[in-house]
């Protein structure tokens, strides 16, 4: 049995995924499962540059094609690549896909209330909570 003094701490590194088809289409994707664009494939690529002297023991993301192909792009089969569907963004329910221009204006009211037949920001933040 070990006991420790001082509690254990894990550094987090935060990365977005890259720019998706919707982003380009000026689209609000939530949990409709769109791939990165061209641009997006090629920040993707950029990002395991810039990170070439870093050191990760995994990468943790959402279940969504974006965010793991960003992940598999960046860094190939260096760290394992574990996705869940916990890191996924908010669900904007009835507006998954739907013009950014719907969707942004609504997202300041979505902090505790829920886009329709989605989630608020704060269930989003109790569902990161839960995974970590």
């Known amino acids: 049995m ?3 003094d001082e509690p254990m701490s894990v550094e987090i590194t935060y990365f977005v995924h890259g720019t998706t088809t919707d982003n380009e289409d000026n689209l609000s ?5 769109v791939d990165l664009s061209e641009l997006g494939m090629q920040q993707s690529k950029e990002l395991g540059f810039k990170t070439e002297g870093q050191h990760f023991d995994a990468v943790f993301t959402s279940d969504l094609v974006r965010a793991i192909h960003s992940a598999r792009l960046s860094w190939g089969n260096k760290y394992p690549i ?3 569907a916990r890191l996924r963004e908010c669900n904007y329910g009835d507006l998954n896909g739907a013009p950014s221009d719907k ?3 609504m997202q300041e009211q979505s902090t505790t209330t829920p886009m329709p037949n989605g989630e608020s920001y704060e269930m989003v933040k109790t569902r990161i909570d839960d995974y970590l």
């Open 103 to 105: 969707v942004e204006p």
């Open 2 to 4: 070990f006991c420790y």
């Open 82 to 84: 574990i996705p869940d």
């Open 29 to 33: 994707s939530g949990w409709n499962d």
